[in-house]
């Protein structure tokens, strides 16, 4: 899904919306994440999941062509943890057998 697919899915649930308006709602929430991020801010979403910014550390790499060596400087990298809510939703059986219970099975 694209942003403007996600805008057009929340106007259509909530037709008493402007569509502009739903839009100008994504737009500040994802610029308002990456804003946080930016200060290096954590953004937990409860059921979600949450964004943090990985630090990587400079590191001499090499050129998968010629083999020669390169510097590659430090950075900063967004990284995002789906909460359980999500975990649990992608995969309903994954996390029963995961934590060690078990489903009755209705019969």
Do not use: C, W
């Not at 996600?6 to 994440?33: C, F, G, K, T, W």
């Not at 990284?79 to 359980?84: I, W, Y």
């Amino acid at each position: 899904m694209i942003k403007s697919e996600l805008v057009q899915r929340l106007a259509e649930a909530n037709p008493h919306l402007y569509q502009r308006d739903v839009e100008n709602v994504v737009s500040a929430v994802l610029d308002e994440i990456v804003d946080s991020l930016a200060r290096g801010d954590r953004v937990e979403l409860r059921g979600f999941g949450a964004f943090s910014v990985k630090k990587r550390d400079a590191r001499v790499g090499r050129n998968p062509r010629t083999g020669e060596k390169v510097d590659v400087a430090s950075k900063a990298a967004p990284h995002f943890k789906a909460g359980k809510e999500m975990r649990l939703r992608l995969n309903p059986d994954a996390d029963a057998s995961a934590s060690g219970k078990s489903r009755a099975v209705a019969g």
